[in-house]
C-alpha cells in the first residue's frame, strides 16, 4: 500500500497536486501544520497527527467539526515528546500497512528538520517500508540493497549517493556517467555527488552498509 505523509515543511501547492494524482494512495495522514495542505485542497486526510503547535486552529476546527462519516482519526500529543510529528505519522502509516511512504513538506528553512527526517527515512526502512521524501526539485530514499533506476522514470538529472553508515562497502554502479566496481564508499567524501544516468537503466549494487540516494534538478 501507497501512503501519503504531508508534514509542515515548505511545500509548492501546484507540484504537490501534479505528484499526488499519478498514485492511488491507500493512507493519507497529515502531520501538524501539513492539514493546511488537505485543508486547500479540499481533502479530508484519514488521520491528523501532532501536537498542533504550528498548525491553525481554524483548519483543526474545520476537520474536528466534520460529520462523523467524514472526520478523520485525529491524535493530539504532548509537545513535550520524544518523536517528531513526521516520526508519528511514518509509523501511524507502517502501523496502516503502508509499504511505500510518500513524504512530502519535509524540507525548508529548518535544517534541523530536514536532517531529522532524512533520519526518519532509515527509521520507515527499519520497519520494512519504503519512504521517498520529496519535493518539486529532490527525491530521495535510504536504501540497504541494490535497486536499479530507469532514465525514463529518473527524478532530476542528477544521482547522487552518500554513504549513511561509516562505510558502504562493494559499490558497484553501472549504466551511470561514472561507473564504479566494488569500490568502498566512506563518509567524509564528496565523491559520489552529482552523477548521471548514461543507460536506459543504472544500477547501484553494494555488499553492505546503509546509502543515501538523491535524485536532484538544479
Do not use: W
Not at 476537520?63 to 500529543?77: A, D, G, S, Y
Not at 563518509?187 to 544500477?203: D, K, P, R, T, W
Amino acid at each position: 500500500m501507497h501512503a501519503l505523509i504531508v508534514s509542515g515543511g515548505n511545500l509548492d501547492m501546484e507540484f504537490a497536486r501534479a505528484y499526488i494524482s499519478k498514485y492511488n494512495f491507500g493512507c493519507r495522514i497529515a502531520a501538524d501544520r501539513g492539514m493546511a495542505f488537505f485543508h486547500a485542497q479540499k481533502i479530508v486526510p484519514d488521520f491528523i497527527v501532532g501536537d498542533f503547535d504550528s498548525a491553525s486552529p481554524e483548519i483543526l476546527q474545520y476537520f474536528e467539526n466534520l460529520q462523523e462519516r467524514l472526520k478523520p482519526t485525529i491524535l493530539q500529543f504532548q509537545p513535550e515528546k520524544d518523536e517528531t510529528d513526521t516520526e508519528l505519522a511514518i509509523r501511524m502509516a507502517v502501523r496502516e500497512g503502508a509499504d511505500v511512504i510518500h513524504l512530502l513538506g519535509a524540507t525548508g528553512s529548518r535544517v534541523d528538520h530536514m536532517l531529522g527526517n532524512l533520519h526518519l527515512l532509515g527509521a520507515a526502512m527499519e520497519q520494512g517500508a519504503e519512504c521517498r521524501m520529496v519535493d518539486g526539485n529532490n527525491r530521495i530514499r535510504m536504501i540497504r540493497q541494490g535497486m536499479t533506476l530507469k532514465r525514463e522514470e529518473q527524478y532530476g538529472k542528477y544521482v547522487s549517493l552518500f554513504p549513511f553508515t561509516p562505510q558502504v562497502k562493494g559499490l558497484t554502479l553501472k549504466g551511470f556517467k561514472y561507473p564504479l566496481e566494488d569500490y568502498t564508499l566512506e563518509c567524509y567524501h564528496s565523491l559520489g555527488v552529482s552523477n548521471e544516468i548514461a543507460a536506459q537503466e543504472a544500477e547501484i549494487s553494494f555488499r553492505e552498509g546503509v546509502l543515501l540516494v538523491v535524485e536532484a534538478n538544479d
